[in-house]
């Protein structure tokens, strides 16, 4: 069987046409299969209109979290919930189309891959947004610890060793593309053009972006780390030089005029220091979050079709 995990928030305009659009893809070429949707904690009425439409397409299961966990735990529970063989990724605003999963599904069964990731050739939408994600993907390119990442997001399919193996690593930060592309197995690629929005606007502001690239680079590579050791080595190189000569002025007899310069070497260190503080800071804020040992999410209920009351 496939499963086909889609988290949802506050997307009650974009259902409808998520759910046709899904099932009539998924038609052309499987006859067994689940479509999970996990509604994130939704204020609006996306939760109703899952579960109408799950009274016509019983393959319809609806994960409703207790709140609004975030995206990436609302992927977690999801796979978690999939009984699938194979189990799909998409986002719910349909700039993933679902038509891909048609050739997802063909290179897993035919050529024998463990993941097909979506790989995008390009971007439609809004032209600021594109370009910061170009910059995380091509920062994230030369600083990870992990390669043949760029481009690549959420949108996928998996066998079920491979969705295991993910499950087993239970961190509470989680960045499940670079988690997906830890793991091994023989992966793959699909490459497509990622649409515009056709309703609404992103759920995934800025900051929050923002965010989960901050979570990518601090899982996945020692650039942080190793960032604040060169700013501390040149500042030391830059003003051991500058004491030397210092010394030698002294001793040639003539006074440094002004505070310009003693100045700015404070405010220089100053500022090494506090990039180093806010870096170290991130690594125990995320050490602190695995120790709480806290759960991803909570589920308020599980809609599985057959008893719903």
């Not at 893809?25 to 009425?45: C, H, N, P, R, W």
């Not at 069964?109 to 370009?131: A, L, P, V, Y």
């Not at 800071?281 to 050490?287: L, N």
Request: proline share 3%.
């Amino acid at each position: 069987m496939l499963s086909i995990v889609i988290p949802i928030y506050n997307e009650v305009g974009l259902i409808d046409n998520l759910v046709k659009r899904t099932v009539s893809a998924l038609e052309t070429f499987v006859t067994e299969y689940e479509l999970i949707f996990v509604d994130d904690g939704s204020e609006d009425k996306s939760l109703q209109s899952l579960i109408n439409w799950q009274k016509e397409y019983p393959c319809i299961k609806i994960l409703s979290l207790s709140k609004n966990f975030g995206h990436q735990a609302a992927f977690t529970a999801g796979l978690e919930y999939a009984s699938g063989e194979i189990v799909g990724m998409m986002d719910g605003d349909l700039q993933d189309p679902p038509e891909l999963f048609k050739e997802m599904y063909r290179k897993i069964q035919e050529e024998n891959f463990d993941i097909i990731s979506g790989k995008r050739s390009g971007r439609k939408g809004k032209s600021s947004r594109n370009f910061y994600t170009f910059l995380f993907h091509l920062l994230f390119k030369n600083v990870a610890v992990i390669q043949n990442m760029e481009n690549t997001g959420n949108f996928s399919m998996m066998k079920r060793e491979a969705v295991d193996a993910i499950l087993k690593m239970k961190e509470k930060v989680r960045y499940l593309p670079g988690l997906r592309a830890f793991i091994g197995f023989k992966q793959g690629y699909v490459e497509y053009i990622r649409e515009e929005r056709i309703e609404g606007d992103p759920k995934m502001s800025l900051s929050k972006l923002f965010i989960l690239a901050a979570d990518a680079i601090f899982s996945f590579s020692r650039f942080p780390i190793r960032l604040t050791l060169s700013l501390g080595l040149i500042g030391t190189i830059v003003f051991m030089c500058a004491g030397i000569y210092v010394l030698v002025a002294k001793m040639a007899g003539f006074a440094i005029i002004g505070w310009s310069s003693t100045l700015l070497s404070i405010y220089f260190l100053g500022s090494i220091q506090l990039v180093s503080l806010g870096v170290v800071g991130e690594y125990v804020y995320r050490i602190y979050k695995e120790s709480q040992n806290r759960p991803l999410y909570f589920v308020k209920k599980f809609y599985d079709g057959k008893n719903n009351e």
